[in-house]
Structure formats: structure tokens, C-alpha cells
């Protein structure tokens, strides 16, 4: 039985990664940072194996308690989906970005990857297949930022959240590499532009369409891409 955790499931698309698991025979923990939140989110999968757990990745604490849970309950984890992530700026120019936007925004989609991810590798070491995956965005990508035209127009302008998420890929290949020789696998998923609260509903993909990426990632098999950045339609170019 594969154990999965989630963070930020209570909602979006990593909800529709839990569901997904869960359908596909996961025992599945569904994170959120409140607990109230994770229970009515859970309570609407009443055909699945799923327990919240609430975490808050800007918490050290919550995710130590979250792990010593883990532990205690399962023993192991298998697959983590870095999913929490929050976009708070709205078209802010460099020149005027207030840097508490900045650095709220790194310590949810960046640092708090990191934080997750290292208080759950001791419990993804013990499992014989270990899956990461960090839910990053085509807006990550350096090569389509710096296009003439990049695909989303030239004029988007979104300081701190397009940079985290570009800081996120870096991590993601900073853990690929670590864990090179153990069987652990570490992805990047970009689910494409879906509608959720993160962007007042503009995105025109379903929650469940941005989660299959993200599933697929975590579910790949012994011997599977690690340290790549994909989308449902390919390699997306970092
Ligand atoms: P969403 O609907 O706004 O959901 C975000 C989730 O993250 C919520 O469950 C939220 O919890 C949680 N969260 C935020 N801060 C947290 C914290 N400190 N600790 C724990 N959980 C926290 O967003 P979404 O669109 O599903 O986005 C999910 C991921 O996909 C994000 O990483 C996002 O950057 C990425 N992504 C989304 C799109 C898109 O088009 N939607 C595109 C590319 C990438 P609360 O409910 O408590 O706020």
C-alpha cells in the first residue's frame, strides 16, 4: 500500500492529486495547514483511504509533528507532493515589489519545499520506492521567460512568484541530485493553467486536468526520470 502526503490538499489541485491517489489505491494524507479545512476536504472522499494531517510548511514545528506522526502511524512514506504554494502578488513590477511580498512568498513555495521535504526524507528513505514531487508552473522557466514572445505575453510581469517557482525547479534538482544513487525519484510538475482560488478561477483547466502530471510523477516506476520538469504534454524546458 503506498502512502502519500500531500500538502495544501484541502483545496485545488492538490486536492485532485489526493483524490487521484486515493482512487488509484493510495493511502493518502491529506495535508492542510488547517485542520478544519483538511477534515471537510476529506469528508467529500468517502471512497478512499485518507487521513488529514495538518501541516503548515512555514511551520517547523506542524511538520515535525506531521513526521512524527508518520512515523508512528505508518512507519514510512512513500510519495510527497509538495503542493502547497501561494501567489500574493498580482502583476507586481521588480521596481515596486515590497519585499515582504517576496519573502512571504519564498517561505511557502520555497522554503517551505525544503522544510517538508527534509523532515519527511528520513520516513521516504525507509520506503523502497520514494517519489518527490514539487508542483512548480511553466512561468518557472527561464528558456520561455526569456523568449521574444514567451507564451504567456511579454508583459506578464510577477516578480515573486514566478522566481519562487523558478527557485523551486533549482531545489527540486538539488534533491535529484543528493538522492542520485538511492531509489528515490524528484520531479518538477507544471499542471498547466487551471481554475482555482490561486488565480481568482482565470485558469482554464480543471483542477483534476492540473493533477494528472503531478500523479503520474508520483507514481512512476523503479528506474523513472529524475530530476526532469514535465507536463502532461512533455519535458517543459527549465
Ligand atoms: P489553491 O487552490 O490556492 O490551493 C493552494 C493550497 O495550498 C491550499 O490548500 C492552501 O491552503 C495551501 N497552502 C498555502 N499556504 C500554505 C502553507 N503555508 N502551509 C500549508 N498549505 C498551504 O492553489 P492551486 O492552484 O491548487 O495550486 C496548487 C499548486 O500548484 C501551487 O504550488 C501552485 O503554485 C501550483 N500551480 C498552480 C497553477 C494554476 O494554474 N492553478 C499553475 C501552475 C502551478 P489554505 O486553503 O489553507 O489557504
Redesign the pocket.
Known sequence: MTIALI??????????IARQLGTGGATVLL????AA?GKAAAATLPDIDVHVVQ?????GA?IAAAAAWIDATHGRLDVLV??????VDREYRPSTVPLDTLRATY???VF?VVAVTNGMLPLLRRSPAGRIVN?????ASLTMSSQPEPPWGRDLLHLA?MSS?TALNAVTLQYAAELRDTPILVNA???????????DW??F?S?AD?ARIAVELATLPAGGPSGTFRSATGPVPW
Do not use: H, M
Not at 500538502?7 to 485532485?16: L, Q, S, V, Y
Not at 509538495?82 to 501567489?87: K, L
Open positions: 500538502t495544501g490538499a484541502n483545496k485545488g489541485i492538490g486536492f485532485e495535508g492542510s495547514r488547517d479545512r501541516v503548515d510548511v512555514t511551520s506542524s509538495n503542493n502547497a504554494g501561494i501567489a517561505e511557502t513555495n517551505g508542483l512548480s508552473s511553466a512561468l512568484y517557482k510538475a507544471d499542471p498547466g493553467y487551471c481554475a482555482t482560488d490561486l488565480n482565470q485558469g483547466q483542477a492540473g
